[in-house]
């Protein structure tokens, strides 16, 4: 295996690059990380308690805790302003992307994902003598996380 920090392999991150998931409407990771004072208000704020602390006491997203309904709750309580809604800006540019261990890739019929999509963008293709895989429209995915911790396999990462 090349040579990876502990951190890059517990997230699936071989590439290096950056894959913490910050507050939607976040700045970009450099300027998010010199303005974040670190204060917790935008934790505090979500309903959806899908924020938590990263190892450097930072507000990272876990949707194994839920998704985003993109309420805006965290980026009224940022004070520093480390989240802005921007002018026709998206929140984040995430996308829904289904890994290799999906159960339906094994034959198993699961459409657990596909069900609990409020965009409906995941569809099934109908296979010959297979079960139908999910596949992500990325026109409708809006990156929100409702897919992943329904998910049996965990088998789906927002990137
Ligand atoms: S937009 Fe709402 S649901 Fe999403 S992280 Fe912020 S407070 Fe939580
Ligand atoms: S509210 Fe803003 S400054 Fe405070 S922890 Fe969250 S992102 Fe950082
Ligand atoms: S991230 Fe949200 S919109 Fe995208 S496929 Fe999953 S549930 Fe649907």
């Known amino acids: ?28 990771e450099a300027a998010f990380a010199s303005v974040c004072t670190r204060c917790s208000d935008c934790i505090n704020a979500c309903p959806q308690h899908i924020l938590v602390l990263d190892e450097e006491a930072r507000p990272t997203v876990d949707f194994g805790r839920g998704e985003c309904t993109f309420c805006g709750k965290c980026v009224e309580a940022c004070q520093p302003r480390a989240l802005q809604k921007r002018e026709g800006a998206p929140p984040w540019q995430l996308k829904a992307q289904i890994q290799n261990n999906c159960l339906a890739r094994s034959n198993v019929v699961c459409r657990a994902c596909g069900d609990a999509c409020p965009a409906q963008a995941i569809r099934f293709r109908p296979a010959l003598m297979a079960a139908a895989r999910p596949e992500v429209d990325e026109s409708l995915c809006t990156g929100c996380g409702a897919c992943c911790s329904p998910c049996p396999a965990q088998a789906i990462r927002l990137a």
Do not use: H
């Open 1 to 28: 295996m090349a040579d990876i920090s502990r951190r890059q392999f517990l997230r699936g991150n071989f590439s290096g690059r950056q894959t913490v998931l910050r507050p939607p409407w976040a700045l970009a």
